[in-house]
């Protein structure tokens, strides 16, 4: 053991209580959706777990940042699902404060608000009669010569859309999220976050399918209404935290993860730095990580053979930052947020958070705006004084006529790195060594958006958790396999656990992986 390690087996106390007792049956490293989801899932079933968060809010990304009264999120929330489960356990963590949000988006376009999802009218408006038929021609043409082989992101928009509406509504947005071009962006990305929609789709929609596409199916795309909670999505991990910790289960705050210690294919235990106490060492019998992938791999002690290592290295993220400003207007547009597709800015979506909750803001004279920047930790945007992004962002929404400057009453800024996983051409063989790797281990689970390395939404990552969690309880799910075609909730059978199966390989595993023995 290294020297001036405390050992914390369990202590209802929390971290700065007293650091003894037994261990806890499961230890979840990360409070965001998953892990918190796998914690509570277990406790109903009187199973005791500590969650390990670095940070000192919960949430993950799904957190709400409270400056002066004013909140705001990392980037917007909706809650929906069509797994019963999860709506169920949604429902049971806030109850009455689960509020019913109409959605309004709008696309930002050379100066012109194109309605989304498309409405006939104003397309034809903001494009021109003349533009609209060369968009169709584009995709009469696509759809007779279609790209054979579906390889990036490119290739997939265009097969389903043709190049002309890819060049004008997905090109220059999807770049600015990703930071390369469009052309080196997997094409899985594509197909799990906009299945099932096509410009055929999306015209049938605007002109009145509510939302499904030809076959009954929902797409998620497109719904109009959503759940929301009252004080932002903060508050349902909030109080998810809080109804845990009356269970005699413990979320620890500002504890990061430095190592884990296995023997074997048996995690013993994780060594977690915090500020005032040192380095800990947490132990227990089960051990679920919501941590990113890669930097699950890095810790591992002693450390897996150097392939598995390389491929957690070139494992890549996409880091995000919000510059939040209240402005003194009641009402500043009348979206929930804006896609900005506008090349002389670099923000790319604009959050409204009065219109996800008018109780995410002091008074009813003001709005609070969340400006979006994708960005990596090494650009020099990264390290900016807060006032400089504060002043870029209030120079970019005036200059694409968002407000007045001198509207702007306060301002706050929140990083979030290691947001999003990166679907580049690699990422599909780095990911499948490491999942063989780690499907070798006995007692450890990799959950969540980045434990698992894939862009999912809030609900698939509870839906990885809840499995986990059934998991240690003695069922049988592939928590890997949340997500893919033949089992997206959000498209196929509404169906409840615990009868809800997920099928078949999931399509962002490469072919052909061999087995690791673990030394």
Known sequence: MPPNVQKYFRSDAGVDGALHGRYHSTVIIGAGPAGLSAAFELSKFGEHSIVLEADNQVG??????????????????????????????????????????????????????????????????????????????????????????????????VNHFGYRLFDIFFKTYTEKVWGI?????????????????????????????????????????????????RFGPGMMWERCAEKLAEKGNPVLRGVRVQSIRR????????????????????????????????ELVLALDPPPPEK???????????????????VKREDAFPDNWIYVHETQVKVGRIQNYKNWSSFMVTAPSVSSLGLEYFLQTEDPEWNWQDERLIDRGIGECSRIG???????????????????PV??????????????????FTNLQSIGRNGLHRYDNQDHAMLTG???????????????????????????????LPHFRPCGAEPDRAPGAGQYEIQ
């Open 60 to 157: 993950g990304l799904s957190r709400t940042v409270e400056h002066d009264g004013n909140r705001f999120d990392i980037g917007g929330h909706r809650f929906f699902s069509k797994v019963p489960y999860v709506n169920e356990m949604w429902n049971d963590i806030l109850g009455a404060d689960f509020l019913v949000r109409p959605r309004l988006s709008r696309i930002l376009h050379q100066g012109y608000f194109f309605d989304y999802p498309l409405k006939p009218v104003n397309a034809l408006k903001g494009l021109g009669f003349l533009e609209a038929i060369r968009i169709f021609l584009s995709y009469a043409k696509v759809h007779i010569f279609p790209n054979p082989e579906e390889k990036s992101f490119e290739d997939w928009v």
């Open 181 to 229: 071009p469009c052309s080196e962006i997997s094409a899985n990305w594509a197909a799990q976050r906009i299945k099932n929609l096509s410009l055929w789709e999306a015209v049938r929609n605007a002109l009145g399918n509510d939302g499904k596409c030809s076959d009954g199916e929902i797409i998620p795309t497109l719904i109009e209404r959503f759940h929301y909670p």
């Open 263 to 294: 023997r074997k294919n048996r995690i013993e235990s994780v060594f977690a730095q915090n500020n005032s106490l040192g380095l800990i060492e947490f132990g227990g019998d089960q051990f679920i990580s919501s941590m990113p992938l890669g």
């Open 308 to 326: 598995v290592l390389n491929a957690a290295r070139n494992l890549r993220h996409r880091d995000f930052l919000t510059v939040a400003l209240i």
């Open 402 to 420: 968002i407000i007045n400057p001198g509207e702007v009453i306060d301002g706050a800024v929140v990083r979030a790195p290691k947001a999003y």
């Open 423 to 440: 679907y580049d051409r690699s990422y599909i063989i780095n990911k499948s060594i490491i999942r063989e790797y780690l499907s070798g």
């Open 466 to 496: 809840i499995y986990a969690a059934r998991n240690i309880l003695g069922e049988e799910y592939d928590v890997w396999s949340v997500n893919t075609d033949c089992s997206h909730h959000e498209f196929g059978q509404a169906e409840n």
